[in-house]
């Protein structure tokens, strides 16, 4: 059986113990030295890098989120024992763990760190396709020759670099496509290391959830419930036709998932299809002034993020949640695609002055959408409003500013409320 280290990457034939090192952190599988697509995912990331630069952290439950009236963007595995999850609100997390350490995000940290692992993942292959922050797919196809070694030990390297360099752990799953691979490094974590090979796929996934299935949403998930497919044996049972039938476009999707197969390739340059940025309250509010204020600062953040990216929007989306957690969203096209502030903002508070109750409000968030590259952004003048360009080149202006001396250097006075 092919086997490897996954502390000092010696490889061997078989055995519980690695025989260089006597350790028992073993990966074995039939398929580790032929399987080359891989899904990288760091554990609990947040919060790894929060105990990392506060070692007294390390062994209490540590939360990541917006304060009590926000909901958790991650949580430690000591958190997760006592059932913290993502998305949930904080005030339900601080019930299930009332002694955690609750800690506001600190973004710039969090992308500083995931561009020193994302220079690691890039000494590997050039294919790489982040999903997020902590998370990305990795293609190793062709590279043993390269590095001299199978794409298993590279991975296992990948890792070992992550926590020894930069503080932080992963886990990996290596299959032969990326919807096994992504399901792979979720089986083992944390610090894993899961395989599932080509000839297995089917005897793995029959008796799972669907509820496995990536990219499915909680309306997808409930559909098929109704139409009683649990399992992705219930899925095997139904006809390529009647999955599309009953299901749309997204039928032969489950069609082909269904069997383990996903001809997706690894993209390195995965097109955006939103950027947006939202915050939930402290405390529930229908104060327009602190509405305003907050439509001002999300469009600038998520028009810097566009501009970051040098992309732009046409879809204008406002999102509202209700204090009884319901959603209410409005959106609208504008005449031309946007990365400017001023344009957004005015936008979203057009969308805004159009919602028929007054709140409160226990979230409020902006959007873009229908993405195109900066080049097609921002070219027709506004004949109604003849400041438009003004402001747009002040706005400019204030950018270079804020890149220079920093966020807090230049600010709308809207922001300010």
């Not at 692992?117 to 590279?143: C, K, N, Q, V």
């Not at 990216?309 to 695609?337: E, H, I």
Request: proline share 5%.
């Amino acid at each position: 059986m092919p086997s490897l280290c996954r502390d000092c990457l010696t490889t061997f034939d078989s055995g519980q113990r690695c025989p260089a090192c006597g350790r028992p952190r073993i990966v074995a599988h039939p398929e580790l030295f032929s399987l080359s697509i891989a899904h990288m995912d760091c554990d609990a990331f947040y919060a790894s890098v929060e105990k990392r630069d506060n070692p007294e952290l390390a062994s209490k439950p540590v939360i990541i989120g917006g304060g009590r009236r926000g909901v958790v963007s991650t949580a430690c595995y000591i958190a997760r024992i006592r059932g913290v999850r993502s998305a949930m609100p904080m005030y339900k997390a601080l019930q299930l763990c009332p002694d955690a350490v609750v800690i506001k995000p600190r973004g710039a940290v969090y992308a500083e760190v995931s561009k020193q692992i994302r220079a690691l993942m890039e000494e590997l292959s050039p294919a790489i396709e982040p999903l997020s922050l902590d998370e990305a797919f990795i293609d190793l196809t062709g590279t043993a020759r390269l590095h001299g070694h199978p794409p298993a030990v590279m991975l296992a390297k990948l890792v070992k670099r992550m926590s020894e360099e930069i503080g932080v752990t992963g886990s990996i799953g290596l299959s032969h496509n990326k919807f096994l691979a992504k399901i792979a490094s979720d089986l083992d974590k944390p610090r894993g290391f899961a395989v599932i090979g080509a000839a297995e796929t089917q005897a793995f996934l029959r008796p799972k959830s669907v509820r496995m299935l990536w990219g499915v949403g909680e309306a997808g998930q409930a559909s098929l419930d109704r139409a009683g497919i649990r399992t992705f044996e219930d899925l095997l049972r139904w006809e390529k036709r009647d999955l599309m039938h009953r299901f749309g476009s997204m039928g032969e999707r489950l069609y082909h998932l269904a069997r383990g197969e996903d001809r997706r390739r690894v993209t390195r340059n995965a097109p955006v299809k939103s950027i947006s940025n939202e915050t939930t309250f402290n405390e529930n509010t229908a104060d327009s002034d602190i509405l305003d204020g907050h439509l001002w600062r999300l469009s600038e953040k998520t028009t810097d993020r566009a501009k970051a990216k040098g992309l732009a929007g046409r879809t204008v989306t406002l999102k509202l949640r209700r204090s009884n957690f319901s959603l209410l969203s409005k959106r609208m096209t504008l005449p031309d695609a946007t990365q400017m502030a001023d344009t957004l903002y005015r936008a979203a508070r057009g969308l805004f002055d159009q919602v028929p109750e007054n709140g409160p409000w226990r979230l409020i968030g902006v959007g873009l959408s229908d993405v195109v590259p900066d080049s097609m952004a921002d070219r027709v003048p506004d004949l109604l409003d003849p400041q438009a360009q003004t402001r747009a080149k002040a706005e400019r202006a204030a950018d270079e500013i804020r890149k220079r001396f920093g966020d807090g250097a230049i600010l709308k006075g809207r922001a300010l409320r």
